[in-house]
């Protein structure tokens, strides 16, 4: 058995299992390895009754202070007793378990693990792991244990069975990191970070583990990027692009003037398309700067130009709003061009005409989601494309559409406030202008930071809102409840919250495991007013444009990286009115209060990102996942700035001694360099 062993090798994984382990990504061993936890569940000291955090799993210790109780009926007996410390006192119930009334006297000294919740005034402790004699509890103190991303059917002791088996089997001693990167680096080795990351003994042993990964996973990147880098150098401009007259009379026919900052980025966009090489630059601009003016302008000067223009969003209610305000634009301004909507959804005709109408040159600007790359579609003369960063490196796309044509112009457009030394590694291939501004016409979101007991009160400045004919978002951290994280169920909340607000108001729901369609249809009727409440998880970051939305509410706020939450509160403020971010803390720590008073004093993604990576430190590794920008299985860009450097140090390193890695001490990491390109759909020359 080796990593490249079919994952149905292992004892008691049938032909029903593999095929769930097939869902989450996992067919072969090595698969199965890199299938990282997503957290841990923690077994910490004790602390006082007093101290144990509201909504989240406590450790507390005491002695039972009086004779337990059982009540409820035949299907649900509740088990009571009170628990008490020097600095208070805890009503702990167990459900279903009457017998526990025969284990449990008064006087008895007791440790409880479970969550902690208030109901009328009271704290309660929820079905509690026990522990009694308390010394027992000595042994599981400080341990980890793995919880995994699951799917319907896969629980997370399966999976943990199917690791341990693995890494009993496996000769994991060959590491394919050269010994002199790690000395240098200070790295573990191979083996003892696979086992350290899957069943980590302490927490320093999953720092050391989770620290090579991320390094590593980092440098495979970089070397990819390097590659694709060095392909796209300096390519020669193929396309005859001049300014055009017309672009200028439109820019002085709008409404409103373009801030300094978009003056500067479009001219660097316009001198490019003019020059003697293609463009590859990203657009770096915080939520609202007025990026898309920019892409709509080079789609612009391509078609006055006589070429074509693509523009591919991450969703196809995005892909629709584009088209619908280029459609507007075109038409308004009268700019003699003809834009074209292509998405995944439409009719078998309405994409054999939208085809035809692409090639035969009708149409100079195309507007879409990943359609937009398949083979069906030929282009005329495609002379830009716009991307944006949820389509991991701008190159994969450039590569499919330079196999249409001439290799155009790339534009990508990202709203993830990265400090700018990271973004030149993230994206090494690309030219990077920032729009540092916001339109003089944006009125400033309003923030506050508060603890769940201000709910009502949120509750009903939404209310007010909504009869002033707004519309709110409530973003909640998870879909389902897991016991691992107890956060805000998606779909319990939109209804407790249907209840709370009444029938004339409409709340829905809408997540992550909901199919294309129906998000689509969700947001196309919040779009229309429809929804007046729409209650998500994350996938609403690169949702729609929804300018009556006024109000932005984050349940669990602390769950959330920083630049997670400033890129969700962009979702409000996109119109003329008042709009305003309430985030909605279930922890009452300095650590956690001073993280979001960050965002509560500011609204520039920059500054906030530069502030959230001098706020990180090696003890937030447990953290929060700050986004999913570039899809790293382990790594963070914000949470390891510091490794991405360091692996961007070594590829350095490694590249200018030996750039086609033909050393002895590198073919194991080309060999790597490969599986990966291959996995994430890249060409390679290696």
């Known amino acids: 058995m080796n990593e490249k062993s079919s994952i149905s090798e292992l004892k008691g994984i049938g032909e029903k299992t593999e095929q769930l382990f097939h869902k989450i990504g996992v067919r072969t061993i090595g698969d199965l390895l890199r299938y990282y936890p997503r957290g841990y569940d923690v077994y910490e000291a004790p602390v006082p009754i007093s101290e144990a955090e509201m909504g989240k799993t406590s450790t507390v210790s005491g002695i039972i202070s009086a ?20 600095s208070g006192i805890l009503k702990v119930v167990w459900f279903r378990m009457p017998f526990l009334k025969n284990t449990l006297v008064k006087g008895q000294d007791i ?7 208030e109901k009328k005034g009271q704290r309660f402790m929820e079905h509690p792991e026990l522990f009694s004699p308390a010394q027992t509890y000595e042994i599981k103190q400080d341990t980890l244990q793995p919880i995994y991303p699951l799917t319907a059917g896969l629980t997370n002791n399966l999976i943990v069975k199917a690791m341990r088996q693995a890494l009993e089997y496996l000769d994991l001693s060959q590491d394919f990191l050269p010994n002199r990167i790690r000395m240098k680096y200070h790295l573990a080795e191979y083996n003892y970070a696979v086992r350290g990351i899957h069943f980590p003994e302490n927490k320093e042993q999953f720092y050391f583990a989770r620290e090579r990964l991320v390094f590593e996973e980092f440098l495979i990147f970089i070397l990819a990027l390097r590659q694709t880098k060095e392909k796209n150098e300096k390519e020669i401009n193929g396309f005859s692009i001049v300014q055009k007259a017309e672009i200028d009379q439109f820019l002085k026919s709008l409404p409103y003037e373009l801030t300094n900052a978009q003056k500067k980025v479009w001219k660097e966009i316009q001198s490019e398309m003019c020059g003697k090489y293609t463009m590859s630059r990203l657009i770096q601009g915080d939520v609202g700067s007025g990026k898309t003016i920019l892409a709509v302008l080079a789609l612009m000067l391509a078609g006055l130009n006589g070429y074509q223009g693509a523009m591919m969003a991450p969703t196809e ?41 692409i090639e035969n040159g009708e149409v100079q600007i195309v507007l879409g989601t990943h359609a937009l790359i398949q083979e069906k579609v030929n282009y005329q003369n495609l002379a830009i494309v716009v991307t944006d960063e949820q389509h991991r490196f701008g190159v994969r796309q450039r590569e499919s559409f ?33 729009i540092d501004e916001l339109p003089a016409n944006r009125l400033p979101i309003k923030n506050c930071v508060v603890d769940t007991g201000y709910r009502p009160k949120a509750y009903r400045f939404m209310q007010k809102q909504i009869a002033e004919g707004r519309q709110c978002y409530v973003i909640c951290p998870m879909v389902e409840e897991s016991e691992a994280m107890e956060a805000e169920n998606v779909t319990d909340y939109a209804r407790n919250l249907q209840a709370e607000l009444g029938t004339s108001i409409h709340v829905a729901a809408l997540h992550g495991k909901m199919k294309q369609k129906q998000k689509d249809e969700i947001m196309e009727a919040f779009a229309r007013n429809e929804i007046q409440v729409l209650v998500s998880t994350t996938v609403i970051e690169v949702g729609i444009n929804v300018p009556n939305a006024t109000v932005m509410m984050v349940e669990n706020a602390e769950r959330f990286g ?49 502030e959230d990576l001098k706020l990180r430190g090696p003890g937030d590794l447990f953290g929060i996942r700050q986004s999913g920008l570039m899809d790293f299985r382990i790594g963070d860009v914000f949470q390891d700035a510091n490794l991405l450097h360091k692996a961007n140090d070594a590829a350095n390193d490694i590249l200018s001694e030996d750039p086609e890695l033909l050393k002895d001490e590198h073919l194991r990491i080309k060999e790597h360099l490969k599986h990966y390109m291959t996995e994430i759909n890249l060409e390679t020359t290696l």
């Not at 709009?579 to 960050?598: A, D, N, V, W």
């Open 317 to 357: 209610v995005l892909a629709k709003q584009h088209y619908e305000s280029v459609t507007a634009l075109l038409n308004t301004y009268q700019i003699p061009l003809k834009a074209e909507l292509l998405t995944g959804s439409m009719t078998v005709k309405e994409k054999r005409l939208a085809y035809e109408r």
């Open 562 to 610: 920083l630049a997670q939450l400033h890129q969700l509160r962009g979702r409000v403020g996109r119109g003329t009115q008042q709009s305003y971010c309430i985030f909605m803390s279930g922890s009452k720590t300095k650590e956690t209060k001073k993280r979001l008073e960050i965002l509560n004093k500011s609204n520039d993604g920059f500054y906030i990102a530069n």
């Open 111 to 117: 440790i409880l693990r479970g969550r902690v919740v």
């Open 402 to 434: 330079a196999k249409k044509g001439t290799v155009p112009h790339i534009l990508v457009m990202s709203a993830t406030p990265i400090p700018r030394t990271l973004a030149i590694i993230i994206y090494g291939e690309l030219d990077i202008s920032v």
């Open 67 to 86: 004779k337990p109780q059982v009540g409820g009926n035949k299907n649900m007996q509740i088990t009571t007793i009170s628990v008490k410390d020097a």
